[in-house]
């Protein structure tokens, strides 16, 4: 009987299937474990100018306006609320990024006042600047998806990182200092997580 080799393709083609799974599914592993969040969707705010804000007040905080993402370096805005459990764990990694001189602004979003208020009195307040979202305009403008949501703003006012999910020690030092750093920004850091 004569071979055919179009009847051994469904097996090559099957066999190259399970080889490229087998390689993806190996890389997101070591990736997830290096606290590389695989899953994340590119942000098309990166590389533009961060939109415009037209926030409301959350009580006697010092409001955020567009005019504070230009001319502070390179400074962060994060949005966050307090029904949002990954904000709480994210909480004291950005405080202490705050206590290291990283200008730090927040955005409360699609949040009761009453809420975000004792979260704050819950957690502490590190904003130096805050402003409420409450019914998701600039989240929209933005293209905030989930929360948390942390963007990376230059001196000139300019995205240059957008990063979903929260922003917690393993995270920070795994993919944002490394993105920044590749971007050519840089943060300050806590003393523990630059000796540790």
């Known amino acids: 009987m004569k071979f055919n080799w179009l009847m051994a393709l469904p097996l090559i083609i099957a066999l190259g299937f399970f080889g490229v799974n087998?390689?993806?599914?190996?890389?997101?592993?070591q990736q997830q474990s290096e606290g590389v969040d695989t899953s994340s969707l590119p942000s098309t705010r990166e590389?533009?100018?961060?939109?415009?804000?037209?926030?409301?007040p959350l009580a006697n905080f010092e409001d955020l306006s567009r005019?504070?993402?230009?001319?502070?370096g390179l400074i962060i805005v994060n949005f966050w609320a307090s029904w949002c459990p990954p904000c709480r764990a994210e909480h004291p990694t950005l405080?202490?990024?705050?206590?290291?001189?990283n200008p730090l602004f927040g955005i409360n979003y699609r949040d009761r006042p009453a809420d975000a208020l004792q979260y704050l009195g819950d957690l502490g307040n590190p904003y130096d600047r805050l402003s409420a979202d409450p019914e998701a305009r600039n989240g929209r403008d933005w293209g905030v998806i989930a929360m948390p949501e942390t963007f990376f703003i230059n001196d000139e006012g300019v995205v240059v990182l957008h990063f979903r999910g929260?922003?917690?020690?393993?995270?920070?030092?795994?993919?944002?200092?490394?993105?920044?750093?590749?971007?050519g920004y840089s943060l300050n850091l806590p003393t523990d997580m630059v000796d540790g």
Do not use: M, W
């Not at 087998?22 to 592993?29: F, H, I, R, S, V």
């Not at 590389?47 to 409301?56: E, I, M, Q």
């Open 47 to 56: 590389g533009h100018p961060a939109p415009d804000l037209d926030l409301s």
């Open 166 to 183: 929260p922003i917690v020690r393993r995270s920070l030092l795994n993919q944002v200092v490394p993105a920044l750093q590749e971007a």
């Open 22 to 29: 087998a390689y993806k599914l190996t890389t997101t592993e």
């Open 67 to 72: 005019a504070d993402l230009e001319g502070n």
């Open 95 to 101: 405080a202490a990024l705050a206590e290291a001189g």
